[in-house]
């Protein structure tokens, strides 16, 4: 079938992105889906920092691409072996797929998938499928979803069913940046009762870290980052105290548990120097591969403190999207204040540039 989708066509180009259109909207041809997969037409999709990497050349794919890796939709059809699945089903994509047989799966979220991360690297769906082709020539899936398009075909471990009453809006944000950073809350945390959470970077995972701790009921919770406006939203949404990086190492403000969500290593140095003793410190941002940070081996002895990583959110996709979508069901999680722009397709580029200066918290393309 014909779809029109936003394609990577180059990596690295300079910016504005606006005026060097590294992302071109044109139509492809989608192939149908093939045992275990399903075709979805796509009903809105989050612009995420994983994104903007690939755009940057921070994470380095295979181009062409078909970009978009947080999205929500409707069943249209389902292959050969899909029996759980209805057509006109609403589903969340959840950008590492698990085949549930491989060592990483057994941890119970704590690792990737490794069929999946080897699929997501290679620029193809989990069984080895690829289904984009433009002009005779093939294009390459993004992290096993590709939803910057009007239809996608994705593996059956990619999505998650949920009900009627949750708006594509916050079903596609439930996927990447509410999974990651809430998930991480929940998963690599899990906060006791009057812990302190402290949030540095406030794009959309770390905005829906802060929620998640204000939803689980944690000690204080504090946000960090350098815009303003960032910082006021956080204390509408439940922060108690906000400050900029600079602020919190004059004042040497702490606390138990630190989550690093901006993928920066001067985020991962205010994050783990703001870890108390006793504490942890978890990194979800992703950065540069060749970035570099400085700690102290010695704080992590002398005081008893552990740094871990957790990649999306430590989670089982299946088991952690249908409790944030109860919670956002109940009034806990407002998930929906994550979103702070609603666009077309047409403007993804200056979206990235949007995502790149730091003033969005999540862009959401409407279809």
């Known amino acids: 079938m014909r779809i029109t989708g936003a394609v990577l066509e180059e990596i690295g180009r300079p910016r504005p992105y606006a005026s060097t259109t590294p992302i071109s909207v044109t139509e492809l041809e989608l192939g149908g889906p093939g045992p275990t997969e399903v075709l979805v037409r796509i009903e809105a999709a989050g612009v995420c920092h994983s994104d903007l990497s690939v755009v940057d050349g921070h994470r ?13 939709g409707r069943v249209e059809a389902v292959g050969d072996g899909v029996t759980d699945l209805a057509v006109g089903q609403r589903v969340v994509m959840a950008f590492l797929p698990r085949c549930g047989e491989c060592a990483g799966c057994a941890t119970d ?62 079903a596609a944000v439930l996927g990447c940046a509410v999974l990651t950073g809430g998930g991480a809350l929940l998963n690599a945390v899990a906060p006791a009762p009057g812990e302190s959470v402290m949030v540095v970077g406030l794009g959309g995972v770390g905005v829906a870290a802060l929620l998640t701790a204000v939803a689980v009921g944690a000690g204080e919770v504090i946000a960090v980052d350098t815009l303003d406006a960032k910082l006021a939203l956080a204390l509408e949404l439940g922060a108690d105290r906000a400050y900029t990086p600079a602020q919190v190492a004059e004042q040497g403000i702490t606390a138990t548990h630190v989550l690093e969500c901006a993928g920066h290593p001067r985020a ?100």
């Not at 992290?143 to 471990?157: P, Y």
């Open 109 to 170: 979220g704590r690792l990737p998938c490794e069929p999946g991360s080897a699929a997501n690297n290679e620029g193809r769906l989990l069984h080895g499928s690829r289904h984009l082709v433009r002009d005779g020539e093939p294009v390459h899936h993004h992290l096993g979803v590709s939803g910057f398009a009007t239809h996608a075909v994705v593996d059956r471990a990619s999505v998650v069913p949920v009900d009627d009453d949750v708006p594509p809006e916050v």
């Open 60 to 72: 380095v794919r295979p181009v062409p691409m078909l970009l978009g890796h947080e999205a929500a």
């Open 268 to 367: 991962f140095e205010t994050a783990f120097a703001a870890t108390a003793p006793g504490g942890r410190t978890v990194t979800v941002g992703l950065p540069d591969p060749a970035a570099r940070a400085e700690i102290s081996p010695l704080t992590l002895t002398a005081q008893a403190r552990t740094v871990i990583g957790s990649y999306l959110g430590s989670a089982v996709p299946a088991r952690d999207i249908p409790r944030f979508a109860q919670w956002w069901r109940d009034g806990r999680l407002p998930v929906e204040r994550l979103i702070s722009r609603r666009i077309g397709l047409d403007q993804i580029n200056d979206a990235m540039d949007e995502l790149a200066d730091g003033r969005a918290v999540r862009q959401v393309i409407v279809f």
